[in-house]
C-alpha cells in the first residue's frame, strides 16, 4: 500500500491523529473535490438541473456499490444512513405472531429496538445466539437453534459498533441458506474495512454507511437486497419515486431495490459515496484490511505494556476497532485527555447504550474506543501510547 499517497490525499492528519473511523472517517481529497464540484453545480445552475446534467454519474454510483460488495445495480439502494436502510428491509419483512428473529449479543440498539417495538406490535420472538470460547456467535448453537421451524430471520452486525469479533458471517450465511431462513446483515463497520461478498456470505439483505471506514460524506447510506427477494418485499414506505400512480386508486411498486429509497436525496453526498467506493477500490480492500489488522493489534499489544489498562476485545478475527479500559480513568476522561494534547488525538467512548447485551455479559459500562484505518501510522499509535502513559491520576 502507498501509505504516503493515502497520508497525501488526508490532509488533515498533518494536525490531527484520527482513531475515530468506526465514527466517522476522515474523508479523501477525491471525495471532497466531487462534492465541492456538484455543490457549486447546484449554485451555478440549481439543485435539479445539476442533478439532470450529471445523471449519468449518478446512476454509475449503483454499479459501483456493486463491484464493492458483488452486486448488481439493481440490488442496490442509496439511503440516507445505515439504520434507515436496515429499518427499511427489517420493516418490509412479512413477520408475523410467533415467529423468531436470531441475533447476537453484539447486536446495536438501533436494530434491537425495532426487533423489541415488533416484538410488541407483531408478538414476534427475540432469541440471542449465544457465543463461542472465542465471544463470537457459536454455529453449533445456531446449528440447534435452526432447528426450530419458526425461526424466521438471523440478523447481526459483521462488527461491533464497540469492537468485539468480526462475526463467522460466511458459515452464518450457509447455516441459514441451509435452513431457508432470511439473513439480515449490518455492514456497517465491515463495508470498506474488509472484504464483503454478498455472494460468499449468502445474506438476502445487507445495510451499510459511507461515513465510517468507506470515508465516504454524512447521511449517505446504502441497502442491498437480493433480486430474487425484492420483488416479494413490500417497503413499509413508499413515495413516487418507489411506486407509481397508475389510475387514481391503483399504485404499483417499482421491481428493482430502489423501492427502498425515497425520492429526495442530497446528490452531492451521493456522488461523494460513489468517489469514496471508487477510492476504496482503487486502494484494494484486501491490503487496507491486512493493513488495519497488522496496526490495531500492534495498538492492543502497546496497551497491553500501560499499567492499569485492560484491551477488551474478543474473537478469533478483531477488526480495527480496539477498545480497552483504564483501571482509573473513565473512557471520557481518556477521550478528552486525548483531545487535549499538542497534536489532537480523536477517541471515542463506547457505551452499554449501544450494546447493550454485550456490555452487560461482560460487566462493562464504556470502553474507549480507538478504530484505526489504512491511513494511520505506527508513529501515531506512539504518540496515543505515550500520552496515555501521561494520564493524570485522578
Ligand atoms: C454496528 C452499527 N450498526 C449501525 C450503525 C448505525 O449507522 P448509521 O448511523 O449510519 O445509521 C452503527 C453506527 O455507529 C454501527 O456501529
Redesign the pocket.
Known amino acids: 500500500m502507498n501509505i504516503e499517497q493515502l497520508r497525501a490525499d488526508t490532509p488533515a492528519v498533518a494536525h490531527l491523529i484520527h482513531f475515530n473511523n468506526?465514527g466517522a472517517a476522515l474523508m479523501p481529497a477525491p471525495v471532497i473535490e466531487t462534492m465541492t464540484r456538484h455543490i457549486q453545480l447546484e449554485a451555478n445552475l440549481g439543485g435539479y438541473e445539476a442533478a439532470g446534467q450529471c445523471s449519468a454519474e449518478v446512476e454509475s454510483v449503483y454499479g459501483t456499490i456493486g463491484r464493492l460488495i458483488n452486486a448488481q445495480a439493481d440490488e442496490i439502494a442509496v439511503i440516507e444512513?445505515?439504520?434507515?436502510a436496515?429499518d427499511m428491509a427489517f420493516y418490509s419483512l412479512p413477520l408475523r405472531p410467533g415467529d423468531v428473529v436470531l441475533t447476537s449479543t453484539t447486536e446495536?440498539a438501533?436494530?434491537y429496538i425495532p426487533y423489541l417495538q415488533l416484538q410488541q406490535q407483531r408478538g414476534i420472538e427475540i432469541r440471542i445466539m449465544p457465543n463461542d470460547e472465542h465471544g463470537q456467535v457459536s454455529l453449533s448453537s445456531l446449528k440447534d437453534m435452526l432447528d426450530d421451524d419458526r425461526v424466521a430471520l438471523i440478523s447481526l452486525?459483521v462488527?461491533?459498533?464497540n469492537g468485539g469479533p468480526v462475526q463467522p458471517i460466511e458459515q452464518i450465511g450457509a447455516l441459514a441458506r441451509a435452513a431457508g431462513v432470511l439473513y439480515l446483515l449490518?455492514a456497517?463497520?465491515g463495508v470498506g474495512q474488509m472484504p464483503i461478498d454478498v455472494q460468499k456470505i449468502g445474506c438476502h439483505m445487507l445495510a451499510a454507511?459511507s461515513?465510517k471506514y468507506l470515508r465516504g460524506p454524512r447521511g449517505m447510506?446504502f441497502l442491498y437486497v437480493e433480486r430474487g427477494l425484492c420483488q416479494n418485499l413490500e417497503p413499509a414506505f413508499l413515495d413516487l419515486h418507489a411506486a407509481s400512480l397508475q389510475t387514481a386508486d391503483s399504485f404499483t411498486i417499482r421491481p428493482d431495490a430502489r423501492r427502498f429509497e425515497n425520492w429526495e436525496c442530497n446528490v452531492a453526498a451521493k456522488l461523494g459515496l460513489g468517489a469514496a467506493v471508487e477510492y476504496a477500490l482503487a486502494q484494494g480492500i484486501e491490503p487496507m484490511w491486512l493493513r488495519i489488522q497488522h496496526l490495531a493489534e500492534y495498538l492492543r499489544q502497546q496497551l497491553t505494556e500501560i499499567p492499569g489498562v485492560t484491551p477488551r476485545d474478543l474473537g478469533a478475527i478483531k477488526s480495527g476497532i480496539v477498545t480497552f479500559t483504564h483501571r482509573d480513568s473513565s473512557a471520557v476522561q481518556i477521550q478528552q485527555w486525548l483531545a487535549a494534547q499538542g497534536k489532537r488525538i480523536n477517541v471515542t467512548t463506547s457505551t452499554c447504550r449501544s450494546t447493550m447485551l454485550d456490555m452487560q455479559q461482560r460487566d462493562l459500562l464504556e470502553v474507549s474506543r480507538a478504530s484505526l484505518h489504512a491511513y494511520n501510522t505506527e508513529a501515531e499509535i506512539d504518540t496515543m501510547i505515550a500520552a496515555l502513559r501521561q494520564l493524570p491520576s485522578v
Open positions: 468506526a444512513n445505515a439504520t434507515r436496515w446495536y438501533g436494530n452486525p462488527i461491533a459498533t449490518d456497517c463497520q454507511t461515513r447510506g
